[in-house]
């Protein structure tokens, strides 16, 4: 898709220069969304600001804790990497994707619950990302696979453990 | 009645934080928000000559440029927090000297540290604040950094304040016994050093404001991510000239604390400041290399030890002489010093101790306590003495710990000096043999001692490591709850403390369920608010099961009596004949009331002629003032794999008892314990907040501060005791920061014990590989040079 450059622009209310702004369309949670952002916007800064998903965290900005995983394409991603531009086209999806709209949990969302793998919550969106991901791809991991893919995700309260076994119990019960 | 006390009741909390709707202090928005960006100090040490901000404060939609200068003779500087620690009550005996140092929000003339605050940018937004800092001109005279704490307290040195003669903010010392007299009647002396390294604590979430003034009603409402509302308030209030009413502090959900979210920062005053001149919503949200530099570390200690021993692996006597590097300020007083100094002889009888400690200010951010607080330090140190006692005598640790340990009937037992609370050192509660009993069987100790013996090849070996502590838990000196019943029926529940990821909205509903016989969904729980109750203090240092929970067991018990009360005028009963259950009280006389009739009934209405003697209202509100700490203890065992060509080793199994005393809900108890142990990991292993000459801060990014991930952290076997402690109605003892406190000391035995025979000085971390290896080198080339010696000599 061409990207579309605005000319600078006078906003006669306030006088002020906005910026070369750039139009983008993108799916994000099923839902289509048109915005002209900066090219300088990061990707998880648009999707917390613009578009109100603030379930996508950001422990690091610098792309090592996770925290900003998302989902784009069916592959995992760190959002906090990616300018907004760069996801001209692509459908994304956020932890805000995965309860239905009544509110009702999905099934590692409830594992996460029952095995206490969340204490503070603010790791969890980019843990429940990666996994979402992974699971997709591999449904029935060993706890060792388990602990290789979220390893590249920091949570600072858990100590892991209880996140591996929330896991595991998850895609035994879905097995059977 | 306990029907959820000890249950493992589901958090109320996961709900909102696992669909994405958890609301963090960066997740709040607010109409005309703009954001705070903040130029910090690249110098560790420096006079500031000039600086120009003419250029950011033309730049488009910038809408203010604050500097020191600004406010000078408005906003005082921060000298320290009484709340954590005023003068102790023993301060002659401890012949405390201490001084007063002080440091401008903003530096307008020197600047004490890397990262030091030195200007402040409003603007629309985060990117347009940044831009402006890069406009802003700070002309620098450097000035030599004092880094090394041991050269700092030189005469030639440097000084980081011209009032701090030596660097020495604050000294004092502990004296119990006579640990001359031990020394030269012991069988031997054994002196050593060791050094717990610099590191950070970071929260998953950085530090958080959102300060919105409303000029109309002169209120201002602050959002932040810290564990102390109520103290947030107080010094705005004070700093800012406000009144006390029309402030309110929240901490919403917060992502993480673990020690450093415990003080109040430069950047909430000056965000509220802003918020207040421009009657705006002002957001200030933290960078994470911005958080390395600008959010308080904590531990490095150097201690110098002599222990006093005899030949049978009895521990006469112990001297520590210390220094704290507090980095460039001693906020927090004697918190983390005289900790270690309270913690060092654990849950041992050590007859004889000296400790003199000084704290000592360098060109460093300012420390701050880090779960555990002093205890890890002073556990590290006296657990490898323990180590280096045993291997002296050719004995097994774990025989030196036994014949030291505390005995089950000399509880309590007292240490024979003061808390820093001014209560005695008298542990409350525990059985510290029957601990290191199940430790050794859950860890399989004997197991391992044999697989150890079996498995030594030339390049592998296992090792087996243990160590142990006692912590003063539940820190006062108070906290507050007010406990109402809701027009709706349901009970609203509030104290002062204030979590980051500890659950209190789940353990906090099971202690006051348990106390009107309801579902703990039908007990709401309202926390990290000042506008919740009138005082409160905040949740740090494993107090808040014991003091929160404490108040509101009591302010419970006041509302439940004029409930029963008023109930049983209803029924045309006896208030000893009506019961609580299923949210009614009934009556022996078969009759029944509901809460929310109740509640309805208490409530005064226009016209209402009170036809009974009832407050309007049913509330109870209690202020909780414990004793004293009550005293949890611990033993941990750390079985590892080393790989002497690489120095790098697995944790192959890691086994942990700890009393707590009562256990509101096991699976959030272990969790705490299973995420402090992986904290205390990686102290042991990975972490360490390097300096350069220059006090140039090397390890400032995620590239370079390692933390543990899950490939690092083994699940840890875990065992309970629960005895109770004396100190509080329900017999809770704190646990929040236990996990983290024996790791190092674990680690760093188990490790050694697998390389003996080798005597490698493990007694710095972090033990990453290629410290580690350096270490062993070392080793190999002493011992090659003390064979061939004896080669020589024979
Ligand atoms: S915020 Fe993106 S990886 Fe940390
Ligand atoms: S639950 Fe707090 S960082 Fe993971």
Same mark, same amino acid.
């Given at each position: 898709?061409?990207?579309?450059?605005?000319?600078?622009?006078?906003?006669?209310?306030?006088?002020?220069?906005?910026?070369?702004?750039?139009?983008?369309?993108?799916?994000?949670?099923?839902?289509?969304?048109?915005?002209?952002?900066?090219?300088?916007?990061?990707?998880?800064?648009?999707?917390?600001?613009?578009?109100?998903?603030?379930?996508?965290?950001?422990?690091?900005?610098?792309?090592?804790?996770?925290?900003?995983?998302?989902?784009?394409?069916?592959?995992?991603?760190?959002?906090?990497?990616?300018?907004?531009?760069?996801?001209?086209?692509?459908?994304?999806?956020?932890?805000?994707?995965?309860?239905?709209?009544?509110?009702?949990?999905?099934?590692?969302?409830?594992?996460?619950?029952?095995?206490?793998?969340?204490?503070?919550?603010?790791?969890?969106?980019?843990?429940?990302?990666?996994?979402?991901?992974?699971?997709?791809?591999?449904?029935?991991?060993?706890?060792?696979?388990?602990?290789?893919?979220?390893?590249?995700?920091?949570?600072?309260?858990?100590?892991?453990?209880?996140?591996?076994?929330?896991?595991?119990?998850?895609?035994?019960?879905?097995?059977? | 009645?306990?029907?959820?006390?000890?249950?493992?009741?589901?958090?109320?909390?996961?709900?909102?934080?696992?669909?994405?709707?958890?609301?963090?202090?960066?997740?709040?928005?607010?109409?005309?928000?703009?954001?705070?960006?903040?130029?910090?100090?690249?110098?560790?040490?420096?006079?500031?000559?000039?600086?120009?901000?003419?250029?950011? !404060?033309?730049?488009?939609?910038?809408?203010?440029?604050?500097?020191?200068?600004?406010?000078?003779?408005?906003?005082?500087?921060?000298?320290?927090?009484?709340?954590?620690?005023?003068?102790?009550?023993?301060?002659?005996?401890?012949?405390?000297?201490?001084?007063?140092?002080?440091?401008?929000?903003?530096?307008?003339?020197?600047?004490?540290?890397?990262?030091?605050?030195?200007?402040?940018?409003?603007?629309?937004?985060?990117?347009?604040?940044?831009?402006?800092?890069?406009?802003?001109?700070?002309?620098?005279?450097?000035?030599?950094?004092?880094?090394?704490?041991?050269?700092?307290?030189?005469?030639?040195?440097?000084?980081?304040?011209?009032?701090?003669?030596?660097?020495?903010?604050?000294?004092?010392?502990?004296?119990?016994?006579?640990?001359?007299?031990?020394a030269?009647?012991a069988d031997q002396v054994l002196q050593t050093?060791?050094?717990?390294?610099?590191?950070?604590?970071?929260?998953?979430?950085?530090?958080?404001?959102?300060?919105?003034?409303?000029?109309?009603?002169?209120?201002?409402?602050?959002?932040?991510?810290?564990?102390?509302?109520?103290?947030?308030?107080?010094?705005?209030?004070?700093?800012?000239?406000?009144?006390?009413?029309?402030?309110?502090?929240?901490?919403?959900?917060?992502?993480?604390?673990?020690?450093?979210?415990?003080?109040?920062?430069?950047?909430?005053?000056?965000?509220?400041?802003?918020?207040?001149?421009?009657?705006?919503?002002?957001?200030?949200?933290?960078?994470?290399?911005?958080?390395?530099?600008?959010?308080?570390?904590?531990?490095?200690?150097?201690?110098?030890v002599e222990v006093a021993f005899?030949?049978?692996?009895?521990i006469?006597?112990l001297?520590?002489?210390?220094?704290?590097?507090?980095?460039?300020?001693?906020?927090?007083?004697?918190?983390?010093?005289?900790?270690?100094?309270?913690?060092?002889?654990?849950?041992?009888?050590?007859?004889?101790?000296?400790?003199?400690?000084?704290?000592?200010?360098?060109?460093?951010?300012?420390?701050?306590?880090?779960?555990?607080?002093?205890?890890?330090?002073?556990?590290?140190?006296?657990?490898r003495v323990l180590y280096l006692v045993?291997e002296k005598l050719?004995?097994?640790?774990?025989?030196?710990? !036994?014949?030291?340990?505390?005995?089950?009937?000399?509880?309590?037992?007292?240490?024979?000096?003061?808390?820093?609370?001014?209560?005695?050192?008298?542990?409350?509660?525990?059985?510290?043999?029957?601990?290191?009993?199940?430790?050794?069987?859950?860890?399989?100790?004997?197991?391992?001692?044999?697989?150890?013996?079996?498995?030594?090849?030339?390049?592998?070996?296992?090792?087996?490591?243990?160590?142990?502590?006692?912590?003063?838990?539940?820190?006062?000196?108070?906290?507050?709850?007010?406990?109402?019943?809701?027009?709706?029926?349901?009970?609203?529940?509030?104290?002062?403390?204030?979590?980051?990821?500890?659950?209190?909205?789940?353990?906090?509903?099971?202690?006051?369920?348990?106390?009107?016989?309801?579902?703990?969904?039908?007990?709401?729980?309202?926390?990290?608010?000042?506008?919740?109750?009138?005082?409160?203090?905040?949740?740090?240092?494993?107090?808040?099961?014991?003091?929160?929970?404490?108040?509101?067991?009591?302010?419970?018990?006041?509302?439940?009596?004029?409930?029963?009360?008023?109930?049983?005028?209803?029924?045309?009963?006896?208030?000893?004949?009506?019961?609580? !259950?299923?949210?009614?009280?009934?009556?022996?006389?078969?009759?029944?009331?509901?809460?929310?009739?109740?509640?309805?009934?208490?409530?005064?209405?226009?016209?209402?002629?009170?036809?009974?003697?009832?407050?309007?209202?049913?509330?109870?509100?209690?202020?909780?003032?414990?004793?004293?700490?009550?005293?949890?203890?611990?033993?941990?065992?750390?079985?590892?794999?080393?790989?002497?060509?690489?120095?790098?080793?697995?944790?192959?199994?890691?086994?942990?008892?700890?009393?707590?005393?009562?256990?509101?809900?096991?699976?959030?108890?272990?969790?705490?314990?299973?995420?402090?142990?992986?904290?205390?990991?990686?102290?042991?292993?990975?972490?360490?907040?390097?300096?350069?000459?220059?006090?140039?801060?090397?390890?400032?990014?995620?590239?370079?501060?390692?933390?543990?991930?899950?490939?690092?952290?083994?699940?840890?076997?875990?065992?309970?005791?629960?005895?109770?402690?004396?100190?509080?109605?329900?017999?809770?003892?704190?646990?929040?920061?236990?996990?983290?406190?024996?790791?190092?000391?674990?680690?760093?035995?188990?490790?050694?014990?697998?390389?003996?025979?080798?005597?490698?000085?493990?007694?710095?971390?972090?033990?990453?590989?290629?410290?580690?290896?350096?270490?062993?080198?070392?080793?190999?080339?002493?011992?090659?040079?003390?064979?061939?010696?004896?080669?020589?000599?024979?």
């Amino acid at each position: 898709m061409e990207n579309s450059v605005e000319q600078p622009q006078v906003d006669a209310n306030d006088h002020k220069v906005q910026s070369n702004r750039v139009s983008i369309t993108l799916t994000v949670n099923g839902k289509v969304v048109n915005k002209a952002v900066e090219p300088r916007m990061l990707l998880s800064d648009f999707l917390r600001e613009e578009l109100d998903l603030t379930g996508t965290h950001l422990g690091c900005e610098h792309g090592v804790c996770g925290a900003c995983t998302i989902i784009m394409n069916n592959e995992s991603i760190r959002s906090c990497l990616m300018f907004a531009v760069q996801a001209d086209g692509y459908d994304i999806k956020t932890v805000e994707s995965l309860a239905t709209n009544e509110g009702t949990l999905n099934g590692l969302q409830e594992a996460f619950s029952t095995h206490h793998a969340l204490q503070c919550g603010f790791c969890t969106p980019g843990f429940l990302m990666t996994l979402t991901d992974y699971l997709d791809k591999n449904p029935s991991p060993t706890r060792e696979e388990v602990r290789e893919v979220i390893s590249g995700n920091l949570c600072r309260c858990t100590g892991y453990s209880n996140i591996v076994d929330a896991v595991m119990d998850y895609t035994k019960n879905r097995s059977m | 009645m306990s029907n959820f006390i000890g249950k493992n009741v589901r958090r109320k909390e996961d709900h909102r934080l696992l669909s994405g709707n958890g609301e963090f202090v960066a997740d709040i928005k607010m109409a005309d928000s703009h954001e705070a960006a903040f130029l910090r100090s690249t110098h560790a040490h420096a006079k500031i000559k000039k600086i120009d901000t003419t250029q950011a !404060k033309e730049l488009e939609g910038v809408a203010a440029v604050l500097t020191g200068n600004d406010i000078k003779g408005l906003i005082e500087p921060f000298k320290f927090f009484k709340e954590f620690g005023e003068t102790p009550p023993n301060a002659e005996e401890i012949n405390l000297m201490t001084q007063v140092a002080s440091k401008e929000l903003l530096a307008s003339e020197k600047v004490l540290y890397v990262g030091h605050p030195i200007a402040v940018v409003v603007a629309e937004n985060r990117y347009v604040a940044e831009d402006a800092l890069e406009l802003i001109e700070v002309d620098y005279e450097p000035l030599p950094a004092v880094v090394n704490p041991e050269k700092a307290v030189e005469n030639d040195s440097p000084l980081v304040h011209e009032n701090i003669k030596n660097n020495v903010h604050t000294s004092f010392e502990v004296v119990v016994g006579d640990f001359q007299k031990a020394a030269s009647e012991a069988d031997q002396v054994l002196q050593t050093e060791i050094k717990f390294p610099r590191i950070h604590c970071n929260p998953l979430e950085t530090r958080g404001i959102l300060s919105n003034y409303n000029r109309r009603r002169d209120e201002l409402t602050v959002y932040t991510s810290t564990q102390i509302p109520f103290v947030v308030k107080n010094y705005l209030v004070s700093m800012l000239g406000l009144i006390e009413e029309n402030v309110r502090v929240i901490a919403p959900d917060v992502g993480g604390g673990f020690g450093p979210k415990g003080g109040v920062y430069p950047e909430e005053i000056l965000v509220s400041y802003l918020s207040i001149q421009l009657n705006k919503p002002v957001r200030w949200v933290e960078d994470r290399v911005e958080h390395l530099q600008a959010t308080r570390h904590s531990r490095d200690q150097l201690h110098k030890v002599e222990v006093a021993f005899n030949d049978n692996g009895d521990i006469l006597g112990l001297k520590d002489n210390y220094i704290l590097d507090s980095g460039c300020m001693n906020y927090f007083n004697l918190t983390c010093a005289y900790n270690t100094a309270a913690h060092m002889r654990g849950l041992f009888k050590i007859p004889h101790y000296e400790a003199n400690a000084r704290i000592v200010l360098t060109n460093k951010t300012p420390n701050v306590p880090y779960r555990g607080a002093g205890r890890p330090e002073a556990v590290f140190t006296m657990d490898r003495v323990l180590y280096l006692v045993a291997e002296k005598l050719g004995m097994d640790m774990v025989d030196v710990i !036994k014949k030291n340990l505390i005995r089950a009937e000399e509880m309590p037992y007292d240490q024979g000096f003061y808390y820093k609370d001014g209560g005695k050192v008298v542990y409350d509660s525990g059985n510290y043999p029957e601990a290191l009993e199940k430790v050794l069987e859950i860890s399989e100790y004997e197991k391992y001692k044999k697989v150890k013996e079996e498995k030594k090849d030339d390049t592998k070996s296992i090792g087996i490591g243990i160590s142990s502590y006692v912590e003063g838990t539940g820190t006062g000196p108070f906290e507050g709850a007010v406990v109402k019943l809701d027009g709706s029926g349901k009970i609203i529940a509030s104290a002062g403390a204030s979590p980051q990821g500890q659950s209190h909205e789940t353990t906090l509903a099971q202690i006051v369920a348990d106390q009107f016989n309801v579902d703990p969904t039908d007990v709401l729980i309202r926390v990290g608010d000042t506008g919740a109750l009138p005082h409160g203090a905040g949740t740090f240092a494993s107090r808040s099961a014991v003091n929160a929970g404490s108040a509101l067991y009591e302010a419970s018990q006041i509302m439940k009596e004029k409930l029963l009360r008023l109930a049983a005028d209803e029924l045309s009963d006896t208030i000893d004949n009506v019961t609580l !259950k299923d949210g009614e009280v009934k009556s022996k006389n078969g009759k029944s009331i509901s809460f929310r009739k109740l509640a309805q009934l208490a409530k005064p209405i226009p016209l209402f002629k009170a036809k009974r003697n009832v407050e309007p209202d049913l509330e109870g509100t209690y202020y909780f003032f414990p004793p004293t700490v009550t005293y949890s203890s611990s033993f941990h065992v750390a079985v590892v794999e080393v790989d002497k060509k690489t120095g790098k080793f697995d944790i192959i199994d890691y086994s942990i008892v700890h009393d707590s005393g009562k256990i509101i809900n096991p699976k959030i108890v272990e969790g705490q314990i299973q995420g402090g142990i992986a904290q205390g990991i990686g102290q042991s292993v990975y972490e360490e907040l390097v300096y350069d000459e220059n006090g140039q801060l090397i390890s400032g990014t995620y590239m370079d501060y390692l933390l543990p991930t899950s490939m690092e952290i083994p699940k840890v076997r875990m065992d309970h005791q629960e005895y109770l402690s004396t100190r509080n109605p329900l017999g809770i003892k704190g646990v929040g920061e236990g996990g983290a406190i024996s790791p190092p000391a674990a680690l760093a035995n188990a490790v050694s014990d697998a390389l003996s025979p080798l005597t490698i000085n493990l007694n710095q971390l972090p033990i990453s590989p290629s410290n580690l290896r350096s270490l062993i080198l070392k080793a190999e080339k002493n011992e090659k040079a003390k064979r061939e010696g004896a080669v020589h000599e024979g």
